[in-house]
């Protein structure tokens, strides 16, 4: 068995679904993978797969996706062309036109039809075109949490039987860190000494807006306290900016920007509070790395993040700024609570590994294939 896996958003981007496809590249097996990526003008290998087998094309991101979509619409197959092997599994929502060759689609949510407010008019309009026949198209689906898979099943109408949950995991690197690595990062990046953490690309669904104005409730009593934001300016941002502003926070709220993976362990080690404040999300990967970290985590009790988070986080609804500042509070105030939440997260997160994803990611493979 051959499997060419698409790992295209790891060579192109560092976001959620550049994480997914780098890790389950790393955790299949060496003997049986290739990779192949439509490389961008500003895409690069990560160095993590230079092991790996690998073939590329070379196209603009939309250029790429548009003619991915009309092959599809006309039926053309590009079997030839691409050359996979004996299975092609796509990461992202972009499903290559193969006519000959059995296709696994990794779907991780479907905000755009839930939320279509939160992203931008062409991305949705290209999403809520192409995704459906992706899906149908697709010879299985694999998803990042039964919350995702009930979305397939309620959209698309697709057969249950035709999607496999399979949850992600925190990379292995994420794990408690030794005081004076915390402390090495925390002044590379002048973070403060106290600060709540929040980790994702800044866009609308991450309802970072009621995190700033819950955060601004907070200082109040607590002037010291400092939020820091780590992530890429993403896309509708103005939401946040305004937030900043109208409260009164722009000092006190960090804005690193993009951390690189070798030291985002010891920057959540060294937060009092990880949150996750998102409205919706297909699974809630800051969740568990903050768990692996052995840092407390507040997140959304919506969607997917009560289904990953367990009763390891202290949950509260994302539409309620007031029980956002209040959950951060009872945290924040609390060093006893502070170590149950550390406990369990870490007995939590150690559920899930690349491992696990690995082994029944190939399980399905070998079903198709049987």
């Known amino acids: ?50 092991y790996l087998p690998r073939r590329a094309v070379r196209a603009g991101y939309k250029p790429w996706r548009m003619a991915v979509l009309l092959a599809q ?3 053309i197959g590009w079997d030839r062309w691409i050359a996979p092997g004996d299975l092609f599994h796509a990461t992202e929502h972009l499903l290559l036109p193969l006519r000959h060759t059995p296709t696994v689609l990794t779907v991780h949510d479907l905000i755009f039809r ?22 149908r198209r697709a010879d299985h689906i694999i998803t990042i949490s039964e919350h995702s ?5 309620d959209l698309y109408g697709l ?15 994420f794990c408690p860190q ?3 690595r915390v402390e090495a990062v925390r002044r590379a990046y002048r973070l403060p000494e106290r600060y709540i953490l929040t980790v994702g690309t800044i866009e609308p669904r991450k309802n970072l807006d009621r995190l700033v104005a819950a955060f601004a409730q907070l200082r109040r009593t607590d002037p010291d306290l400092r939020l820091v ?8 941002t103005e939401g946040f900016h305004r937030a900043v502003a109208d ?11 993009y951390i690189p993976d070798a030291d985002l362990p010891a920057v959540y080690a060294g937060a009092q509070v990880a949150v996750t404040a998102s409205l919706v999300e297909g699974f809630g990967l800051p969740v568990l790395e903050a768990m692996a970290c052995g840092t407390p985590v507040a997140c959304s009790e919506t969607t997917s993040l009560g289904e990953i988070a367990g009763d390891a986080a202290h949950t509260f609804d994302p539409a309620d700024t007031q029980a956002i500042a209040a959950a951060l509070q009872t945290i924040l105030g609390d060093a006893d609570y502070r170590t149950v939440l550390r406990e369990r997260g870490l007995r939590h997160a150690a559920r899930f590994s690349w491992a696990r994803t690995a082994e029944q990611t190939l399980a399905v493979y070998k079903e198709i294939l049987r």
């Open 247 to 257: 409260h009164a926070q722009a000092e006190a709220v960090i804005r690193p920007g």
């Open 178 to 180: 030794p005081p004076d």
């Open 73 to 75: 619409m006309a039926g």
């Open 149 to 153: 898979k009930r979305d397939l099943i």
């Open 114 to 135: 839930r939320y279509p407010e939160h992203h931008k008019r062409l991305n949705y309009w290209y999403l809520n075109l192409a995704m459906p026949l992706y899906v």
């Open 229 to 236: 934001v780590v992530g890429a300016e993403g896309w509708l």
């Open 159 to 173: 057969a249950a039987a035709k999607i496999s949950v399979i949850y992600e995991a925190a990379a292995p690197h």
């Open 1 to 50: 068995m051959r499997i060419t896996l698409d790992v295209s958003p790891a060579v192109n981007g560092k976001a959620g679904l550049g994480r997914y496809a780098e890790s389950l590249a790393a955790a299949l097996p060496s003997d049986r993978l290739e990779l192949f990526a439509n490389v961008t003008p500003s895409g690069r290998w990560p160095a993590s797969l230079d």
